[in-house]
């Protein structure tokens, strides 16, 4: 299976929600009650008030004086709409910032637990091994056991090291040494798994600030990436951790993951609308191939189901 088509099934519960609309406005006239449909159904795909507001308001300067029955027009309005706040945040891709940036290149992964975090930081160790780069893995995330022996089997499966303590140890520390052994073994990027436990927000951001000051002393103007990884499936409650943690150490790259389970995928949408951050990866399946660079076009095509067979006449953009 391709990518284009993983991405696309993998949104097929947020697309439902969006397309289900779309067809139910064939042949209907532009009634308020219509376009409050419509307006509901992007609401509860969690593209966010703003941008729904935007769509909304778009949509009714081109419907003023004619009826709801070409969707095609409906569809192209959502289209643009949507790129004009995805395009911007389409980033380099990890690979580009790695092979331009200094050696080693620092990643910092954070994110709260269950967010598919340290698979993902596995993931992205493959994907840089099959572009040729050395990455060193770093388990920085002692308070839970588990984690470091997840990281370890990802590691031997991948085929690359990891810097691993003692469960209990003092994150900042491992952290530290992860750094030293990078430079003594001229690694290429090294990517750091944290904790995500959240006993209190404050000493979790306190930890992680921490975890930041020391990467700087070993390796000056590290980490040079700060990875937040969040689970699509909560919604808005993703989007609230975005706004904690970039508050909080100063965010510079996404990825969302879980895409394949939710029918709240617009939530990157909602997410880009207001913090403006780079969308490096979307993950939509198990896989390591299921873990792609964003594109703008391809999420919003997939989101709105534009390049999918109608069901009917007329409908997702195809003129009756």
Known sequence: ?????????????????????????????????????????????????????????????QLQGT????????????????????????????????????????????????????????KIAQRLTQAKMVPLLVAADTFRAAAIDQLQVWADRVGVELIRHRHGADPAAVAFDGIAAAKARQVDVVLIDTAGRLHTKSNLMDELRKITRVIAQGCPGAPHEVLLVLDATVGQNALSQARQFHQSIGVTGLVLTKLDGTARGGIVVAI?????????????????EDLQDFQSDAFVDALTGASLPSRMPGSLGQEP
């Not at 880009?272 to 390591?288: D, Q, T, W």
Request: net charge neutral.
């Open 1 to 61: 299976m391709g990518w284009l088509q993983r991405l696309s099934e993998g949104l097929t519960k947020t697309r439902e929600v969006v397309r289900g609309s779309l067809d139910r406005m064939l042949g209907r006239a532009a009634d308020p009650a219509l376009l409050e449909e419509f307006e509901a159904a992007l609401i509860a795909s969690d593209l966010g008030a703003s941008v729904v507001g935007r769509v909304m308001e778009r949509l009714k300067k």
């Open 67 to 122: 009826d709801a029955s070409q969707p095609g027009r409906v569809h192209t309005v959502l289209r643009d709409t949507l790129l004009d706040v995805l395009t911007p945040v389409q980033g380099p891709s990890l690979e580009s910032l790695i092979a331009n940036g200094p050696k080693p290149f620092v990643i910092l992964a954070v994110g709260v637990n269950g967010v598919g975090k340290t698979t993902t930081i596995a």
């Open 272 to 288: 880009a609308e207001e913090l403006k951050l780079p969308v490096r990866l979307i993950g939509v399946g198990e896989s390591v």
